[in-house]
């Protein structure tokens, strides 16, 4: 199974802290369940839901259900720039992905209405 991208390895990877954790069983099933529907490891499905749970996700993001999802491939040196972003930002990789998206949009559009055009 390969991990969703909104969980960067290289936030938590090796350098993460490896923690034992006793659920009950139907908790694990579900977050089995979750995880594949996800396309995410179920240590990744875990870590995500925490992560949410606590409020950490900064993501400018609309509900889900108003997302388009798609892949993207990126160069191994893009990836480590933009993982390092989102660690330093305590972002997703993903919400890491939008956020920048987004600020391009916001700037290509003002520059032109300022060259009075149109996006």
């Given amino acids: 199974m390969r991990a969703k991208t909104d969980i960067s390895h290289a936030r938590v990877g090796r350098n993460g802290v490896q923690t034992n954790l006793r659920l009950p069983e139907e908790v694990r099933n579900r977050l089995m369940i979750e995880a594949e529907k996800n396309r995410r490891s179920f240590s990744a499905e ?37 993982a390092e972003m989102a660690a330093r930002d305590n972002r997703s990789m993903s919400a890491q992905i939008v956020h920048i998206v987004e600020l391009f949009v916001r700037t290509e559009s003002a520059e032109s209405q300022l060259r009075g055009g149109e996006l």
């Fill in 46 to 82: 875990v870590i995500q839901r925490l992560i949410e749970s606590l409020g950490m996700e900064q993501s400018s993001m609309a509900e889900a259900d108003d997302l388009v999802h798609f892949k993207l491939r990126l160069s191994k040196e893009l990836h480590a720039v933009i």
